[in-house]
């Protein structure tokens, strides 16, 4: 049996467990075996990850970039996702039952989805309405 991995919930900056303690295992539908446990959030999570979020879009320095800001971190945001690919496709490949054998491609689509919202727009440019001209983003010193 494979290894059954623990996931905690990314909240305010940190890893968190859920704040009930609750947690279930995922099971994949594939062979009805469990090969994740996950925090059980409940309402009192969601409002703490909520609040947190609206800190920090509010009080961070998200609000106050230019895009060309913003799309540099939305570029690293990339990257990581590129780094840990293939950990994410196997969520997204075993999660909902599939088999690797069965859909081999279907971790690097959903990372392909991902990556697209996670890269600039045509030929690296993001758009900055705030400096009313089209900011180019330097990919080789991101």
């Not at 088999?99 to 689509?109: D, E, F």
Request: glycine share 8%; proline share 6%.
């Amino acid at each position: 049996m494979a290894e059954q991995k623990n996931y905690q919930m990314y909240i305010n900056g940190e890893w968190v467990a859920a704040q009930s303690g609750k947690t279930f295992e995922s099971i994949n539908p594939s062979d009805g075996k469990p090969w994740a446990v996950v925090p059980e959030a409940d309402e009192v999570d969601v409002d703490t990850a909520v609040k947190a979020a609206h800190r920090a879009f509010t009080e961070g320095p998200w609000p106050t970039m230019t895009a060309t800001e913003r799309g540099k971190l939305l570029r690293r945001l990339g990257d990581v996702l590129a780094e840990h690919s293939e950990s994410l496709g196997h969520c997204e490949t075993v999660d909902p039952g599939q088999t690797v054998q069965r859909n081999p491609l279907a971790g690097a689509l959903y990372l392909g989805l991902l990556l697209l919202l996670c890269r600039p727009g045509r030929q690296g440019q993001w758009r900055d309405p705030s400096h009313r001209k089209t900011q180019y983003v330097d990919h080789d010193n991101t």
